[in-house]
């Protein structure tokens, strides 16, 4: 158990609608990543926040948003679904700025349908 | 932007043999960290060993050890005394110092121990 925790484990959908995705990171850590896993793409980074603000984004579609809030737990939304946006979306979180070890939540199965 | 390369889709091992996944990267950067994460069928994204470049020492942890080749920039996982367990598959990724943090995934390799 790598302490990050990620809701729903499972999240069944049809396209067009409109999702939102947990993530609790591990005490004491301030920054949250999100990952994408697809069959097609492996895996990508899509975005990081760190304290509250966004730091970094890699390729997250415009119909994909996140926010990390004050109690740091982020969420990951994701709107207009297509069938191509099925997929594991791992969150993770790491120690104050710099530390280099990313520990991995156990991710959500998103299938839309 | 850096890339990280796993040749091998698959590969299999005899119970309690010892086995190398092969990773190269390519960077310009001269300090980073490089990673193995191991993903069993339960999906969990699990840290497996890490390596600062600055460091000429080849990490190890219990059974798994790197052979980290700067010059080369290969990063090749050991394992030795392969478990039942140890059946997943094997991301090697890559961090920069600076900048972004962002880890960048190899395509992976799926590691099959055979009994």
Redesign the interface.
Known sequence: DSGVTQTPKHLITATGQRVTLRCSPRSGDLSVYWYQQSLDQGLQFLIQYYNGEERAKGNILERFSAQQFPDLHSELNLSSLELGDSALYFCASSAPWGADTQYFGPGTRLTVL | AQTVTQSQPEMSVQEAETVTLSCTYDTSESDY?L?W?KQPP??????VI?Q?AYKQQNATENRFSVNFQKAAKSFSLKISDSQLGDAAMY?CAY?S?QG??????G??TRLTINP
């Open positions: 960290y990673f994460y339960s999906r969990q994204m699990i840290l890490r600062e991301f961090r110092v972004a943090q962002k880890l960048v995934f395509q992976g």
